[in-house]
């Protein structure tokens, strides 16, 4: 087929929502370089599915089935993809960069020899040349050109909120069923039901304005400081992920893709480096204030008003003017 | 159970970062150095699994001379033996070329678990592991917060997305990729810095990459400012003034 395969991902029926940027992103590459776009679904009992993958603009959309694929195991996932990129011979296989993802696509480039583009946050593609993936270093402090140089194919998985679903062209596709090759005894891994904590007692996603606080405060004795900023603008107290991991506060607090998402008119974030795993939580705030004393943060990319200084001096300041202002 | 931690040595995280004069890197002369935050975590997990299970948890890391740093906190927190694969090349390795270094080591000692972080601080690529697990032939689990010993083999609990968790059980030997936050984590005492001078470190040389990388690194660069966000300067007081006019006209919160 020598195009773009894009390889989506469901759970249950239901479709993970980065499927479609990761297909926007495919059908995107696949337009630049003037090579044919595919997509791909795996699972049990997943025709609707398919059908829906049909109306896209297309070159065919692979319908792979087997009665082992309706739970996710990494085992089940790399034998079935194996066979299917052997059997359609895409140049590009193009993923969303979810935890799924992350638990078999290095596995299967492996298994190819090749390595897995991982986090892409743009592509660079015109005519024949070889494309450009641009990767983060550094807890996005950096970016990163990278190419393939081996042959095809060529892996890449795509950053949460990089493409926009919104822009995958419609069109007509045909369906091709396919029913990989697979043994129960292939799969060594039992996965078990998915699971919560107990409810938490706090709801961020119906707070109003949020103060949340990253590891610049330094220590858990400093909390208190950004408490008396929340405290005085009326704000929930939320936190980035170290703060919840040393247990300075509760995991409930966290936002970021393994806590809430929130979207707040107001979200003043307090010596957070800005993480894309935690700006996927965030960033949908209607304004975002940033207070950093690292003016490169990437924080300052989602901030309407950024603040570059020393949190120990900012905030004591603006806690006293917030409440002059009130009072 | 004999289990192996992977350790890797990344810039500090408030360590300031210049782009090297070839453009491809990071300049490394005046940067300090510390272990990749998760695989402190995943060092926590093997010593807590010792602890509860019996065995030995062996440290190893890829890198040049001054990763053996790290190693020696390892050893002073409790790990029992390190091995430093010295290589000075890893910049020209892809993934690949390093899991494939890390491979040779393990299959030498053929442990039950063997432990990596989930994702470097640097090069954030999140693949290390499964790659390694996949060239050992064994299972893996990933983004792992608790391990617990079963009859079988393990039990983990794996973090998903939006709070969601699973348990998955899984026979040994196997490869866990661990997220932090699963345990406190440990200082090292004066005691363990003590008897880590006695500990044994294994230096292995790295063999010359068997076969070309698959990915190069063309560039590297700061990213280009996309937003515009307002900058507010002056002294704090002043900035909280313009910050309160903000909050109160164009944010309308107070
Ligand atoms: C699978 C996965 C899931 C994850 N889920 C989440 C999640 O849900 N939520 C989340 O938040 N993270 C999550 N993370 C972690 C994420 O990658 C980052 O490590 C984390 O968000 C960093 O938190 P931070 O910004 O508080 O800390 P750091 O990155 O250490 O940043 C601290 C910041 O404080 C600044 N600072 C230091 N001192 C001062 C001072 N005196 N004044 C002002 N500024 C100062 C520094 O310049 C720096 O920018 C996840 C990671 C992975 C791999
Ligand atoms: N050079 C190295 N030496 C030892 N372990 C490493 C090395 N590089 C990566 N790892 C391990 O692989 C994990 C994932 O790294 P990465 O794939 O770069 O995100 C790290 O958390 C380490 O546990």
Known sequence: MSGVLVVLEQRAGNWNRMSFEALAAGQQLAAALGISCSAAVVGSGIAALGTELASKRLDKVFLVEHELLGEYTSDGYVTTLEQLVKQAAPNYVIFPHTYQVRDFAPALATRFRRVLISDVVAIHAEGDGTPVFVRQLLQGKLNADYKQTAEAPAFISIQAGTFRADTVVEGAAQIETINPAIEASQIRNKPGERFRESASTVDLTVAPVIVSVGRGIGEADNIPMIEELAAALGAELAASRPICDNGWLPMERQVGSSGQTVAPKLYLAVGISGAIQHLVGMKGSKAVIAINKDENAPIFEVADFGVVGDLFEIVPALTKAVLAAKS | ?254
């Not at chain 2, 272990?35 to 065995?55: R, T």
């Not at chain 2, 983990?156 to 026979?171: A, I, T």
């Not at chain 2, 990388?213 to 003034?241: C, D, F, N, S």
């Open chain 2, 1 to 254: 159970m004999k289990i192996i931690v992977a350790i890797k040595q990344v810039p500090e995280r408030d360590a300031q970062i210049q782009i090297a004069a070839n453009g491809k890197w990071i300049d490394e002369d005046d940067l300090t150095y510390a272990i990749n935050e998760p695989d402190a975590y995943a060092l926590e997990e093997a010593l807590q699994f010792k602890e509860k299970n019996g065995g030995e948890v062996i440290v190893l890391c890829a890198g040049p001379e001054r990763v053996t740093s790290t190693l020696r906190d390892a050893l002073a927190k409790g790990a029992d033996r390190a091995i430093h694969i010295e290589a000075d090349d890893l910049a020209q390795r892809d993934t690949l070329g390093v899991a494939e270094l890390l491979a040779v080591a393990v299959k030498a000692e053929s442990p039950d678990l063997i432990l990596t972080g989930l994702q470097s601080d640097d090069l954030g690529l999140g693949q290390t592991g499964v790659v390694l697990a996949e060239l050992l032939g064994i299972p893996h689990a990933t983004i792992i917060m608790q391990v617990e010993k079963t009859d079988t083999g393990l039990r983990v609990k794996r973090e998903l997305e939006d709070g969601w968790f699973q348990h998955v059980d899984m026979p040994l030997p196997a490869l866990l990729t661990i997220q932090s936050g699963g345990n406190k984590l440990r200082y090292a005492t004066l005691m363990g810095i003590k008897k880590a001078k006695s500990k044994e470190t294994n230096t292995i040389a790295a063999a010359d990459s068997s076969e070309a990388a698959a990915l190069k690194l063309a560039r590297v660069y700061l990213p280009e400012k996309q937003k515009k966000t307002v900058m507010l300067t002056g002294t704090p007081e002043q900035i909280a003034a313009q910050l309160v006019e903000k909050l109160k006209f164009e944010v309308r919160v107070i």
